[in-house]
């Protein structure tokens, strides 16, 4: 009985004791999956988060080709195709497996045509232990921008080296001319021109790169519309005159605006020159000014060739031209309407276009109203009486295109 009496309760604390350590370690195992919310989230769990969220798109590889881990984003660029990875970008994981070397592939999809994303480039590394990390991204806009500049580049050299040459060759042409006052005469006239059309399109250029580059625009400022308007006038003139061209301006306004007169006053006299130039001798051109809600809005309208619906989203592209022979008659430099475009869109508004062949055009600057201006008796009125004889939607239907 003694021996009982001190065994029994020995096996019991024993007993006691290997339960509580399994209790207190089930426990710590269940803290450990299901940590307490008071706590916060895991390093784990916050890296899970980044993975599903990031903008770009991620993919985590096994030695076998197997797809680990992948986000959203990574399904959306093509980088995992019906859970395996893309075979381009396998091919490259081979690599790195062999090599260890960091790696890029090109996932753009096959045939793009009207998909999005149109290009997409992934970098390949090696994370250890015979896995790998696809990290993709969505390069659609640079490779679009690359082409435009591109396109730039090739147009203005184009455009360039037809005035140099022209002047080069008449230069010639002068030189074997010099016994011949009448001949001499022509030719320098023809090198004046050409210099001219040179020094247009350098100064064109110089103001095309302002508004779509880096440079910081001038401080807006209150901008009477009527001004503007007269000044452009003023520059278009000449022009008119030697076109047999008369312009019809409408009433004083009023109307104020934000913005840098100098710029508004290019845009304006740009319109009305390529009003001008497309317009046939003794036609007529009118400029419309009128308030439309918080948008004040400037038309110019011509009774020309007009525009055909397939060109109307192009004219406002660099270098475009509905009629090339035309444009170089005339001196132009393909241009005039995307620097309008521009300046519209950096006064935070925009140009659009209303034409039909045969008929004409009206252009419409619409430009944000000067803020805590007041409406003004005769705002949201009808079309100027001097465009009647265009059809009714030159104002409605400008406004919707473009």
Known sequence: MNVLAYVLPAAAALLLGMAFGFWWGRRARQAAVRPDP??????????????????????????????????DQAITLGVV?????????WVVCERVLRDGAVAHVDLSPLDHRGRRPEAVLATVRSIGDGFLLVEAADTSESVRLEATRRDFVANVSHELKTPVGAVALLAEAVLDAVDDPAEVHRFVTKILNESTRLGNLVTELIALSRLTGAERLPELAAVE??????????????????????????????????????????????????????????????????????????????????????????????????????????????????IVKHVLANH????????????????????PVRAGAHPSPGDDAAAPSDATDLPDPAWTAGRAGG
Do not use: C, K
């Not at 993975?51 to 680990?68: K, P």
């Not at 109307?255 to 009305?272: F, K, P, W, Y």
């Open 81 to 89: 195709v019906a859970g395996r990875a893309d075979p381009r970008a």
């Open 38 to 71: 008071a706590a916060g989230p895991t390093l784990a769990e916050l890296l899970r988060r980044v993975f599903r969220s990031s903008g770009a798109g991620l993919a985590v590889i096994s030695r076998h080709g197997d797809v680990v881990m992948a986000n």
């Open 348 to 367: 935070g508004g925009q140009v659009t276009l209303w034409s039909s062949p045969g008929t004409g055009s009206t252009f419409t600057m619409r430009i």
């Open 225 to 338: 519309v009527d001004d503007v308007v007269r000044e452009a006038m003023a520059r278009s003139r000449l022009s008119a005159e030697a076109s047999s061209i008369e312009i019809a301006v409408d009433a004083d306004s009023g109307l104020e605006v934000d913005g840098d007169r100098t710029l508004l006053v290019t845009a304006l006299s740009n319109l009305v020159e390529n009003a001008i130039a497309y317009s046939p001798a003794g036609a007529s051109v009118s400029v419309s000014r009128r308030r439309n809600g918080d948008v004040v809005e400037i038309a110019v309208t011509d009774r020309g060739i007009g525009i055909a619906p397939e060109h109307q989203q192009r004219v406002f592209e660099r270098f475009f031209r509905v009629d090339p022979a035309r444009s170089r008659a005339t001196g132009g430099t393909g241009l005039g309407l995307a």
